[in-house]
C-alpha cells in the first residue's frame, strides 16, 4: 500500500509540475505577443501591495488618451520597485486594461499561479518520498 501511495503523490507532484509549466508557457506566450503587437506606453508605480499570499503593483498609465490602472504580478519572485518609479508597459490594443512589461509582469491575476503551482508541486513530491521513507524504516525495524 505504501508504494502506491507513494506513486501517486509523485504523479500529484508530476502533475502539479506539469501545470505550473503550462501556465507559465501560456502566460509567457500571451506576453510576448502583446509585447509584439501592443502599444508602449509610460507608467508609473502607484502602489505596493504585499499581502503574505500574493505580492503585487498597481501602476497607472495613459494609452490612446486615456488615464488607466492595472494591478501587475511576475510568475516567480518579484522584484521590489519602490512607487513612483517609471515603467514601461506594453498595451493590448484589443483589451487596454491588460498589460504587461518587458520583464516579466503581466496583469492576469493568475501570472503568479506558477510559483505557487511549483511549490506545491515540491511539497507533494517530499511528502511522498519522506512518507515512503518512513514507512520503509518503520518496517525494517519491525515497527507497525
Known amino acids: 500500500m505504501s508504494g502506491k501511495r507513494t506513486t501517486a503523490g509523485l504523479l500529484i507532484a508530476?502533475?502539479?509540475?506539469?501545470?505550473?509549466?503550462?501556465?507559465?508557457l501560456i502566460g509567457e506566450h500571451r506576453r510576448?505577443?502583446?509585447?509584439?503587437?501592443g502599444i508602449p506606453a509610460q507608467g508609473v508605480i502607484t502602489a505596493d501591495h504585499d499581502?503574505?499570499?500574493?505580492?503585487?503593483?498597481?501602476?497607472?498609465?495613459?494609452?490612446?488618451?486615456?488615464?488607466?490602472?492595472?494591478?501587475?504580478r511576475a510568475p516567480w519572485l518579484?522584484?521590489?520597485m519602490p512607487?513612483?518609479?517609471?515603467?514601461?508597459?506594453?498595451?493590448?490594443?484589443?483589451?487596454?486594461?491588460?498589460?504587461?512589461t518587458a520583464d516579466g509582469y503581466a496583469t492576469p491575476v493568475w501570472t503568479s499561479a506558477p510559483g505557487w503551482l511549483?511549490?506545491?508541486?515540491?511539497?507533494?513530491?517530499?511528502?511522498s518520498i519522506v512518507g515512503r521513507w518512513g514507512r520503509t524504516r518503520q518496517t525494517r525495524s519491525g515497527g507497525d
Open 32 to 37: 510576448t505577443q502583446i509585447i509584439e503587437h
Open 78 to 80: 518579484i522584484d521590489k
Open 51 to 72: 499581502t503574505e499570499i500574493d505580492h503585487w503593483y498597481t501602476v497607472g498609465y495613459t494609452v490612446l488618451g486615456q488615464a488607466r490602472s492595472a494591478d501587475l
Open 118 to 127: 511549483a511549490v506545491l508541486a515540491i511539497f507533494a513530491a517530499f511528502i
Open 14 to 24: 508530476f502533475s502539479l509540475g506539469l501545470a505550473a509549466a503550462g501556465v507559465y
Open 83 to 100: 512607487v513612483g518609479r517609471a515603467v514601461t508597459v506594453y498595451v493590448d490594443p484589443d483589451h487596454p486594461e491588460r498589460i504587461v
